[in-house]
């Protein structure tokens, strides 16, 4: 076969791809980020229905992330062993049903129990999508299909935030805005669940719907990749990818990131409802927009990081400025014109961070010990979904003032660049073979 022939069925058979896969998983996730973080529009009215304080609404939101943590590598094993479709249908069909039942939330216990079951139920989805998406997209194009794939954190804010906080005043048959809000919006990821089981597909062998000459040049591309990382990396089994330093570097760097996110995702409407005298339509409304810059920079970065084949100094650049937006905000919290602009600045590195960064950790992973490394990198990551809320809200009730926690994750924010570096030392056979941004 040609270049030009081999040129073109790469194009058509990405581009069949991109378009069967990317939209749908992307809307599994729009839905997927907004069931877990609409706590934070409902907490708009019912930390006063409930009696919550910060320090109570910031532990419950966070400990979502202790039950997502213990079970999200064994999920993802089992999504490698059972097959994408079939598990990620059983990880919505479940969250949708606890994510429905936060509407019983009668007071903190019953708060915390239901987001630890819920954060278990969801655990495995995103990095359970990642490790699908390295079945499908060679490295060279990874990085576009999980900006693309994670633009749907930013896009959910954006759209969900006046969505959310317009149902909080639908007060009806005896229930509050907060609860038709957490059962109305749990829905969709019920009936997505059984959709997935008839539109997913597990391997690109099995893709009936690419000719045949695509399926084998895809299967044998992916292939040709994972021999390529097996011999350059050596064959990682799941004990050592749990060990292996660089996964547990990669997991700290990745910490530091999803605290800027949910940072965002759990205290946003809050603090920008201290900005001034605004109803929740309005604050959904501002917190839209902030997300709206976040999408653009999102889709802008990862692709100019995929044309210039860059991870490091797109990753590097993107969290600095994250840093320098919350430490502005930080600064500035009693001028909300200029708090604002940090947030912005602050929600543009964060979101254009997170795709960037999952472009890294897949060039020396392959088979079960990508599961096993993707998913812990996840939870560890994502433990920062626990700390970070109850450090905040302990910090807002102390201090009476967001600027402490603010001024804390700006800083890690600003270790994430720093560590990047050590990691790539770590990794600089593979690593430095890409250009500086």
Known sequence: MSKIQDGSLEASTMKAVLWRLIPFVMLLYFIAYLDRVNIGFAALTMNADLGFSATVYG??????????????????????????????????????????AMALVSGPI???????????????FFPGIILYLTYWFPAKTRGK???????????????????????????????????????????????????????????????????????????????????????????????????????LGFAFIYFCVVLGSYTLGFWL???????????????????????????????????????????????????????????????TLSTPAVAIVGLTLAGMGVFSALPTFWALPTTFLTGVAAAAGIALINSIGNLAGYLGPFVMGYLKDMTGSYAAGLVIVSALLACAALSLLLVARMRAPALSTHRSA
Not at 66 to 89: D, M, T
């Open 59 to 100: 532990l419950g939101a966070g400990i979502f992330f202790i039950g997502y943590a213990l079970f999200e590598v064994p999920s993802n094993i089992f999504l490698h062993k059972l097959g994408a479709r079939v598990w990620i249908a059983r990880i919505m069909i479940t969250w949708g049903l606890l994510s429905g």
């Open 110 to 124: 019953s708060f915390y129990v239901i987001r630890f079951f819920l954060g278990a139920a969801e655990a495995g």
């Open 145 to 247: 299909a999980v900006g693309l794939f994670m633009v749907s954190i930013p896009l959910s804010a954006m759209i969900g935030a006046p969505i959310s906080s317009a149902l909080l005043g639908l007060d009806w048959h005896g229930l509050k805005g907060w609860q038709w809000m957490f059962m109305l919006e749990a829905i969709p990821a019920v009936l997505l669940g059984i959709v997935t089981l008839f539109t997913l597909t597990d391997r690109p062998e099995q893709a009936k719907w690419l000719r045949a000459d695509q399926r084998e040049w895809l299967a044998a591309k992916m292939e040709s990749e994972r021999g390529a990382i097996a011999s350059t990396h050596g064959e990682k089994s799941l004990k050592t990818a749990l060990f292996d330093r660089k996964v």
């Open 269 to 331: 409407p809050q603090m920008i409802k201290t900005f001034g005298d605004m109803s929740n339509l309005q604050i959904g409304l501002a917190t839209a927009g902030v997300n709206m810059f976040g999408v653009v920079a999102m889709i802008y970065w990862t692709r100019r990081s995929d044309a210039r084949q860059e991870r490091l100094g797109h990753f590097a650049a993107a969290v600095i400025l994250a840093a320098i937006g919350f430490g502005l905000c930080a600064a």
